[in-house]
């Protein structure tokens, strides 16, 4: 199977990737959408652009996709990059992190039809406390960079997640109700470093922009790739 992934350099969309290459699939291409509009509806925001970084070091060539952000708008923006997908690699489907939000998936598989393109969400529903652990176990480590929630203040901020990291978050969801894998916004997260990566990342300066008590991103500066 000849595919596109949607990759926001998140652990969700990563982890998928993963999962698609152990089931012998072919990724040829990232697709990243890069939304100036922080609160988009459909595509995660903070450090976007160092998901062609990632893509780098998976040896997969990577599309960025700068979009305005607006709700249904982007969607178009994501179509024509995924049409100019098909025509140039000859891509059979495209695989996503989607978790829970029907939002989401309805929209891609809608799109998918329209194209010709079956979508793929191999996390569809999964519990999200046991694939969180899944990827910690299979070597992923990743960062949060950006926090929208009670209980998530400006020292989540960078902060790996591992387990004990991944046992705070289910506290929390059992607390106030959070989504384990930020699956609400609660939280947006990047991957450092994976098994499918050739090297990993290293933040070397980053800034903590907080907008309230609960409300902030994670903004890398300066990184270098180590291999």
């Known amino acids: 199977m000849k595919v596109s992934s949607l990759s926001s350099g998140g652990k969700d969309s990563i982890y998928s990737i993963f999962i698609a ?19 988009s509806w459909m595509f995660h925001y903070p450090n976007a652009e160092l998901a062609g970084v990632q893509s ?26 995924l049409r100019k997908s098909k025509k140039e690699y000859g891509i059979q489907g495209f695989t996503s992190g989607a978790l829970e939000s029907e ?10 039809e329209e194209l010709g ?12 406390y046991e694939t969180m652990r899944e990827q910690i176990h299979s070597g992923f480590k990743y960062i949060i960079t950006q926090v929208s929630s009670g209980g998530l203040n400006e020292s989540w901020l960078g ?20 989504h384990i894998a930020g699956e609400g916004g609660e939280y947006e997260a990047m991957v450092l470093e994976a098994p499918i990566f050739n090297g990993k990342i290293v933040i070397e300066e980053a800034e903590k922009k907080m907008e309230g008590e609960n409300r902030g991103i994670y903004v890398v500066k300066e990184f270098r790739v180590e291999r």
Not at 21 to 39: L, R, Y
Not at 57 to 80: A, F, H, Q
Not at 105 to 111: D, G, I, P
Not at 117 to 128: G, H, Q
Request: some cysteine; aromatic content about 4%.
């Open 159 to 178: 902060k790996q997640i591992n387990m004990d990291t991944l046992k705070n978050l289910k506290r929390l969801n059992e607390e106030i109700g959070i």
């Open 117 to 128: 393109l079956k979508s793929f969400t191999p996390l569809w529903r999964k519990d999200p």
């Open 21 to 39: 290459q152990t089931m012998g699939w072919s990724i040829v291409e990232t697709i990243t959408m890069c939304p100036k509009n922080p609160e």
């Open 103 to 112: 939002y989401q998936k309805t929209r891609l598989e809608n799109m998918g």
């Open 56 to 81: 780098k070091l998976m040896n997969i060539p990577n599309r960025l996709v700068k979009t305005r952000g607006r709700k249904e708008e982007e969607l178009k923006d994501l179509k024509e990059a």
